[in-house]
């Protein structure tokens, strides 16, 4: 199983990139890793301690930056590390790729380099969130698409849906919209086209789902667009750090809590870890004819060898894209209902 893995892109490469790739190499057997980026940096002084026979270096010169075109980028240079880790997956050197650099060139490239699984109109990003009951559950899209048409936010629904059934085991996932209200009247004019048009077609639609509701496990699969999905992720990620950080300060500041914090720390580290975003690592842009990665930009080594271990391992053991392509042509929607483009 070889994983190609853009060592340059996100906050901390390359040196967090290593350290994750190490770790995931050192847990899971079999596991090989190319290693795509700047030779002599990781060959130098932050590459020191790769010494694993399955680790490889490839060697890719440029790097794309989050504030260049993501197009352009992608098209022009073709000695980047993130189209390199593309390029491999494509002429089957690797199972799969993944990257911390930019989302909107790792879409581009997806697309150029990959192409769509057939039948898909757009990937959407797809990422595993825990409820603080332990229940899992998957949202998307979480941002590589702004606006989506009715169509393709029904196709979120089903890759969702198999997602969950066949990497969380969830045998008949429950599909909710993201809402304002959970009124079928409420929200804008797509989301309430959506709802119409999920409630014809969809097995498992339970109705809109409001955003306070998200961690209740109200549903398996929650679809939004692009835009929603992103300000929710970070709105959420914001507000978890931020707890914690001000539950830190006043236990420190006062007397009383410092004394009771011995028993209170298993308690706060095991909410702290449900909620960590690091604990899959990154999203799965799903829709791709190809495994492909998106970790966070500001990813460090914990982030990059769950992403490796708990994402892209078992989705190159289980195909999902190919029941994907089946699910489009096999019934999965309701047979009834007229075809919409939306």
Known sequence: MRIAVDAMGGDYAPLEIIKGVIDAVERVEGLEILLVGRAEQLNGPDGKNIISPRISIVHAEEIIGNNEDPGLAIRSKRNASMVVA??????????????CGSTGALMAGGLLFLGKISGIKRPALLTII?????????????????????????????????????????????????????????????????????????????????????????????????????????????????????????????????AVAPQLAPLLQSVRAELDEAEYGGALLIGLNGICIKCHGASRQRAISQAIIRQVYPLIQRDINREIELALTGGWFNEEADDEKG
């Open 86 to 99: 593309l390029e491999l997956v494509r002429q089957g050197r690797a199972d799969a790729m993944l990257s």
């Open 130 to 258: 825990s409820a603080l009951g332990g229940e899992q559950f998957v949202i998307l899209d979480i941002g590589a698409n702004m606006d989506a048409r009715l169509e393709q936010m029904l196709q979120y629904a089903l890759m969702g849906a198999i997602y969950a059934r066949r990497m969380l085991g969830i045998e008949s996932p429950r599909i909710a919209l993201l809402n304002v209200g959970v009124e079928e009247n409420k929200g804008n004019q797509q989301v309430k086209s959506a709802y119409g048009l999920f409630k014809r077609k969809l097995h498992g639609f339970v109705g809109n789902l409001e955003a306070k509701e998200i961690f209740a496990a109200k549903a398996d699969v929650v679809v939004c667009d692009g835009f929603a999905g992103n300000v929710m992720l970070k709105v959420m990620e914001g507000i978890s750090r931020e707890i914690f950080l001000f539950l830190g300060e006043q236990i420190a500041g006062n007397a009383q809590t410092r």
